[in-house]
């Protein structure tokens, strides 16, 4: 078992940046790959980024590219995040997530964080 807790959420205004974090704990993080998903109200959740056991390899969905950046620390266990230039629509709760290889499908992840609330306000 993994368990991932996500920190960083927050309220915040149109252009500004966040970082979100993931703590994992349980078996050796290094050995997974990890996602950022999100989900709005009324919506499917979506992959955000992903990146390999080593950070060697990322991927990132095209509303976000340029803008967020996805690192790890398998040191102290830990993915994150940057967020900058936000836009109201990088509104949703944020998940981070753990698989085998990296994947940009939900379904492929087999262990799952609570959850960030993000609020972009313009």
């Known amino acids: 078992q993994v368990q991932l807790v996500e920190s960083g959420g927050g309220l915040v205004q149109v252009g500004g940046s966040l970082r979100l974090s993931c703590a994992a704990s349980?078996?050796?993080?290094?050995?997974?790959?990890m996602g950022w998903f999100r989900q709005a109200p009324g919506k499917e959740r979506d992959v955000v980024a992903a990146i390999n056991w080593s950070g060697g390899s990322t991927y990132y969905a095209d509303s976000v590219k340029g803008r967020f950046t996805i690192s790890r620390d398998n040191a102290k266990n830990t993915v994150y995040l940057q967020m900058n230039s936000l836009k109201p629509e990088d509104t949703a709760v944020y998940y981070c997530?753990?698989?085998?290889?990296?994947?940009?499908?939900?379904?492929?992840?087999?262990?799952w964080g609570q959850g960030t609330q993000v609020t972009v306000s313009s």
């Open positions: 997530a753990a698989t085998e290889a990296i994947a940009t499908r939900a379904v492929e992840y087999d262990y």
């Open positions: 349980g078996r050796t993080f290094s050995n997974y790959a």
